[in-house]
Nanobody, 114 residues
Framework: VQLQASGGGYVQPGGSLRLSCVAS????????IGWYRQVPGKQRELVAL???????VYVDSVEGRFTISRDNGPNVVYLQMSSLKPEDTATYYC?????????WGKGTQVTVSS
């Protein structure tokens, strides 16, 4: 599975961004797909996941502000980020897993600053 992320950028606090991730390859065995983020010096943390069955998981700090969704089955996943805060600044990584392994895309930078 290959993951291609896009949509990062610079935004002021309170603004919005949408991240996209396109999965290719053996996508039909994907169990969950979503986003992690990482800031320098800290561990990578889960942001949001959506499962094959459509269930969603969010880290508490983004609940109510971020929405994960998918299009075309497991092929494309979006992360709509609203009411962004400076603490959301991070490199965001698309993630997917199947019964064999975990997959990571290259990161996309999100910077929230006035």
């Amino acid at each position: 599975v290959q993951l291609q992320a896009s949509g990062g950028g610079y935004v002021q606090p309170g603004g919005s961004l949408r991240l996209s991730c396109v999965a290719s390859g053996d996508i039909f065995n994907i169990n969950a797909i979503g986003w992690y983020r990482q800031v320098p010096g800290k561990q990578r943390e889960l942001v949001a996941l959506i499962t094959r069955g459509g269930g969603t998981v969010y880290v508490d700090s983004v609940e109510g502000r971020f929405t994960i969704s998918r299009d075309n089955g497991p092929n494309v996943v979006y992360l709509q980020m609203s009411s962004l805060k400076p603490e959301d600044t991070a490199t965001y990584y698309c993630y997917a897993d199947d019964i064999v392994m975990n997959y990571w895309g290259k990161g996309t930078q999100v910077t929230v600053s006035s």
